[in-house]
Each structure stands twice: as structure tokens, then as C-alpha cells.
């Protein structure tokens, strides 16, 4: 697992558009190396206003999108269409403006397909897994970038501190009497984020501020913290704006933005 590299942004709107332009330039880099790539997207506010910010960018269709891989790395268990849904907001802000290809977006179902939140993480588990290939070493594919979301009580993803979640081995996961609503949840666990080649924990706002110094520290576990655990197997970022890095050690390296 790689050790995080920490980058600040004046702002959360500077960090949006920073984090757009790094998707972008990952992307095609990887598109340049093998044809293809793998997105996966969080919810979230910072979240869902970069997907806007790549759709805003005029750098947007160097990526071929066409190309493209898309995943969840969790989603609230609600119908189609519902505007608290990931994939909801993750479609008005970005996929319905660029030429994705459908059969590439996988989607974790919600209860108008008729599974339960147990199902609906099995079938994604199974997705994953047929996504996989042998040199990923693992049930689910070694993801070129693995963007998180992180709540103030440092979860990512719907991994929330001292869940049963945290302790799962599957690919995916159903996630009950989540702390957040809505209480019903599918998430991606912690051993398929840490096999993404890439993870990026994207967090604004001074009420992050202690998860991201928990999420930081050497001697913080995933059970309690799960920031702690969103580590990539190549890279992982910590994308902050001021506010959100407040708490960060000054002994802990960073690259600050103006
Ligand atoms: O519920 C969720 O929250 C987190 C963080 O959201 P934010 O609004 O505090 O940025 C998000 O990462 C996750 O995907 C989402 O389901």
C-alpha cells in the first residue's frame, strides 16, 4: 500500500476544478497506455462538484469516454432516479453531458429493481469479479482512480466506524443503519479500495478537519477510522482545501496550491 501524498487548495471550489483537471490528465494518461480506463465515483458534496467541473472543463473530451469504465464506490439504497441517489447526481453533474458507454455503467441497484440491499450487493460483488482481470490478483479490478468522499466521522465510502462493514471480505457489501441517511447503503469494502491502483480522498470544510488528522496518522486503524484505510496500491492522495487540512501536523509533508 502506498503512503499518502497530501495536496491543499485554497478552497473547496479551487479544490473541485484542481481534482477535475487530475481525473482528466489520469484518464487519458491511462487511456494512452492501454486503451481503456477505470473511474470509480463517490457521492458526496465535493464529490459530486468535480464530476461537475470535468463536465465544465473545456479539456473534458480528451478522455474518450467511450473508453471508460464507470463504477460506485457505494450508493444510498433508494430507487432510480432519486435525487439521493450517487448515480443521480453523479449523472446530472457529468454522465448525462459526455458519450459514455451505458454497458460500461455499472450501477449498484436500488429496491425499484426488486433486490434487497443483499442482493443488490451480491450482484455488484459478481460484477466485479467478472470485471477482473488475472493480473488484478484479486475479485474486483485494480482501479486506475478510486475517488472517496469522507464524512466528518472520517467514514469513506459506506464504511462507517465500527461497522460490521469493515470486517467483510466481499467485493461488496449491503450496509444497514448506516449513521448517515439514508440507513440502507451498498459500499465497496475496504480490501477493494486498497487494490485500486489510485485512491483519492477528496474532503472540504472545517467539520473535516479531525477526520482528516485521524485519517493521517500512523497509529489510526480502519475499524475506528476508516480514512485510515483508503490507501491505493500505487498512490494515494489526500486532495484537502485550507479548512479541511486546519488540523493536519506540521511535520507531515504537503504541497499547498496558491
Ligand atoms: O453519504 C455519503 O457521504 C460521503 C461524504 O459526503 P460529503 O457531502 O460530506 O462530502 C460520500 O463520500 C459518500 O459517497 C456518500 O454516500
Known amino acids: 500500500m502506498s503512503v499518502p501524498n497530501v495536496v491543499v ?17 489520469r484518464l487519458v494518461d491511462a487511456q494512452s497506455a492501454k486503451g481503456s480506463a ?18 465544465a472543463s473545456p479539456a473534458r473530451d480528451a478522455v474518450d469516454w467511450r473508453n471508460l469504465d464507470i463504477w460506485w464506490g457505494d450508493e444510498r439504497f433508494l430507487p432510480s432516479g432519486d435525487p439521493e441517489r450517487n448515480e443521480t447526481g453523479a449523472r446530472k453533474a457529468l454522465l ?23 442482493e443488490s450487493a451480491d450482484a455488484y460483488a ?3 469479479r467478472r470485471a477482473a482481470r488475472p493480473e488484478d490478483h484479486a475479485p474486483a479490478p485494480a482501479f486506475d482512480v478510486l475517488l472517496l468522499g469522507m464524512g466528518p466521522d472520517a467514514h469513506v ?7 460490521p462493514a469493515l470486517y467483510d471480505t466481499r467485493p461488496a457489501v449491503a450496509v444497514h443503519g448506516s449513521p448517515k441517511p439514508p440507513p440502507t447503503r ?14 483519492w480522498v477528496v474532503a472540504a470544510g472545517a467539520d473535516k478537519a479531525g477526520a482528516v488528522r485521524l485519517a493521517l496518522a500512523d497509529d489510526s486503524g480502519p475499524v475506528q477510522v476508516p480514512a485510515a484505510g483508503a490507501r491505493g ?22 504541497i499547498s496550491s496558491p
Open 157 to 163: 465510502a459506506s464504511l462507517f466506524p465500527e461497522m
Open 38 to 55: 477505470s473511474l470509480v465515483l463517490t457521492g458526496g458534496t465535493v464529490g459530486i462538484a468535480t464530476l461537475a467541473e470535468i463536465a
Open 233 to 254: 496500491r500505487q498512490r494515494t492522495l489526500f486532495l484537502l482545501d485550507r479548512a479541511s487540512a486546519a488540523k493536519i501536523p506540521a511535520s507531515l509533508g504537503r
Open 9 to 25: 487548495h485554497r478552497d473547496a471550489d479551487m479544490l473541485a476544478k484542481a481534482v477535475a483537471a487530475r481525473v482528466i490528465t
Open 186 to 199: 451498498i459500499s465497496l469494502t475496504m480490501p477493494v479500495i486498497q487494490g485500486a491502483r489510485e485512491v
Open 96 to 118: 448525462d453531458h459526455v458519450d459514455v458507454d451505458e454497458a460500461r455503467v455499472h450501477v449498484m441497484r436500488g429496491p425499484d429493481s426488486g433486490m434487497s440491499a443483499e
Open 126 to 128: 459478481e460484477e466485479l
